[in-house]
């Protein structure tokens, strides 16, 4: 099998305008999404919370992740979602993917105990696929996942730019 794992928020979709409102209502400051990763866990979750939950239309495709993602799909890659997003807003993560209509499975994360780039890198271990890509927001991530996969083929997303990693 090939298989493309596509990030969900901030990869394959712009979610600075939900998280800013969704900041505001918690902090009452609209804050960016690197300032919202430097809060006590908490009240981040309380953020990506409502973030998710009521400002999820909010949520805008990077078209051109979209268009490759798309051509992965024609190339033969099966496409997954794997997101740090818990499990339980899976239906949210959903709704919004009907925005662009594709997706073969999402994957989330059931322990939130488990950093974002150790639950991603057990997931990645645990495969056994032919050719694997995957598409990511977090340079660190990717660092962390290409330790152990050193082969892994990556590629960084920042503001809806999509550049292969090299390492």
Known sequence: MKLALVDFDGTLFDFSKSLGEASLEVTEKKLTPKEVTVLPREIKKEIYDKNITKHKHLYTPYKDVVSFVNDLRKKGFTIKILTARPCSV?????????KIGFFDEIICRPDLGVEDEDYKLSFIKGLDVKELILLEDKIDNILHIKKQIPNLLAYLVVDGVLKAFQS
């Open 90 to 98: 899976k239906h949210h993560i959903k709704d919004i993917l009907k």
